[in-house]
């Protein structure tokens, strides 16, 4: 009897302890959503109508990179003729986009009513991609065309990456 006594008390003990989270600082994170982390999902959130819309073939999603979640970003891309778009969702703001020493050559571009800079990486030799950076109230949404080298196009990396942000703009939250 002492020890089925004792076990009821270790048993409720325990569940006791699971039920406790720590302090509450009465903020609630986005439903599906971990702390730090976009609520939007590129490759879940933007329908495949706008993506054929834009030139893309939405079976060739491809999440991530390389397969690997990179922490505080959703990131996802598809293939189209002659180039690879991605969009990625990012907590960091916009700000940080514009001050990242990485990047360069920023220009106002106009992506619906929202503010919206396009812009090169400093270490595109190639030239083979180009950003649109669209500022969101959560951080930022970056809409990147890369040129595939062996499958090229007439069209202008920054002119894809610009047609594709107006493109998909009003999937993007505000």
Known sequence: MRVQVMVGVVGAALLLAGCGSGAVDGKADAVGAAAGEPVFSPCDD??????????????????????????????????????????????????????????????????????????????????????????TETGAVLVRAILNTADSTSEDRCAIALRSARGLEPYVPR
């Open 46 to 135: 933007i329908p495949d109508d706008a993506l054929q819309a834009v030139g893309v073939d939405p079976a060739t999603a491809s999440r991530d990179i390389q397969g690997v979640k990179q922490p505080g970003w959703n990131i996802c891309g598809w293939r189209g003729q002659g180039y690879t778009l991605s969009v990625f969702a990012t907590t960091r703001t916009f700000e940080e986009v514009r001050l990242n020493p990485r990047n360069t050559n920023f220009e106002a571009v106009q992506v619906g009513s929202r503010e919206a800079v396009s812009y090169q990486e400093v270490g595109d030799h190639r030239a083979e991609l180009c950003d649109i950076a669209l500022r």
